[in-house]
């Protein structure tokens, strides 16, 4: 398909983005969308994650309560092996502050599972947490803080460089300004250095909640959540995220939720986000085969008017299939696998 460069009239009125192909959604590539759960002892979840452990060993977490900022808010998690998921289990409960935005991931050289998470009123206040499992997220150390103003990954996986090093995409969420910045890790979470703050030029209203992945050798690039805009934000590094450009906007619609991205083996990029300017409905995977820069709305996760479907996490496991998780109607979380040479 070529791709769209102008509005059409097709019965209605169509707006079509720059750098956009026309959808054809490819629902074949759908190998398995289930619940994680079906009851819990909570009414209320946001914010999941997802780690592949091992091959057919899938861990998931999120935040569960009576609804989000009540202090009754924990961090759960379940174990997806042998097909079948496990009874969700509460790993972290702080007393009298909610917790967020829990981020797994799994350290490609020691094999330790990390999960990063915030405690604390709200998000102008809250602190950086992690928790440790030596054996596959089985067991779990006891919380440790991240040091003051280190959050950790504020919602998306970091991307781990080669030689160990851990780019985590960060953001403040201050009165007025949001910003972007990468927290960087060459020890597992004991050491901490920050990148400069990436900006948007002429508008600070705000950007949070990178998603970081790699477009060539020598190119790391984010895709970011922005308030008032309209529009996903993208910003690159030529130096192993140490340093990064200013941000641009991107042609990708956006409601001002979370997003996530990963680099495919093929070196496709996979992007879960809501394609609309406005609410969490539709649901969307877009490809892009250029490192980011256009995209195909490949496939339809979720579509209904006036419901949330949101804060998707997403990686590629090890059989090549996509995997992603995100909240269904503030009510379940939703797994879903995609098979990429069907999209």
């Known amino acids: 398909m070529k791709c769209v ?3 059409l009239i097709v019965g209605i009125l169509t707006v079509a983005m720059v750098g956009w192909n026309a959808p054809g ?3 074949e590539a759908v190998v398995a969308k289930e619940f994680i759960y079906e009851t819990a002892p909570f009414p209320s979840c946001h914010a999941s994650t997802l780690v592949e452990v091992e091959p057919g060993h899938i861990l998931a977490a999120w935040f569960g309560g009576t609804h989000e900022k009540h202090p009754d808010v924990g961090i759960w998690i379940s174990h997806r092996e042998n097909g079948k998921w496990s009874t969700p289990v509460e790993v972290a409960q702080h007393e009298d502050v909610p917790t967020w935005n829990p981020v797994l991931w799994k350290d490609n050289q020691t094999g330790e599972i990390q999960l ?3 405690a604390g009123p709200d998000p102008r206040t809250w602190s950086g947490l992690l928790i440790r499992s030596q054996d596959g997220g089985k067991t779990w150390s006891d919380y440790e803080f991240l040091p003051a103003g280190v959050l950790g990954p504020i919602k998306n996986k970091p991307y781990q460089l080669e030689d160990g090093t851990l780019i985590c995409g960060s953001s403040v969420e201050a009165w007025q300004v949001w910003g972007c910045h990468c927290e960087i890790t060459e020890d ?3 050491s901490w250095r920050f990148s400069p703050p990436i900006n948007l030029p002429d508008n600070l209203n705000g950007l949070i909640q990178p998603t970081i992945f790699r477009t060539s ?3 790391l690039r984010m895709l970011m959540r922005s308030r008032g805009i309209g529009r996903i934000a993208t910003a690159v590094s030529y130096d192993g995220g140490e340093n990064w450009s200013d941000a641009e906007l991107t042609d ?3 409601p001002g939720s979370g997003i996530d991205a990963v680099d495919l083996a093929d070196g496709q990029i996979a992007l879960v986000y809501n394609h609309t300017e406005r609410g969490r409905s539709p649901l969307n995977l877009g490809i892009s085969k250029d490192g980011g820069v256009n995209w195909d709305n490949a496939l339809e996760l ?3 008017p006036g419901s949330e479907f949101s804060y998707p996490a997403v990686i590629q496991l090890s059989d090549g ?5 995100y909240t269904w109607k503030r009510e379940k979380v939703r797994f879903v696998i995609i098979d990429p040479d069907k999209l």
């Open 5 to 7: 460069r102008s509005g």
């Open 25 to 27: 959604f490819a629902q």
């Open 116 to 118: 990063y998470y915030k």
């Open 188 to 190: 597992g979470g004991r």
């Open 217 to 219: 050798p020598r190119e």
């Open 252 to 254: 990708l619609p956006h």
């Open 302 to 304: 979720e579509n209904e």
């Open 321 to 325: 299939n996509i995997a992603t998780t």
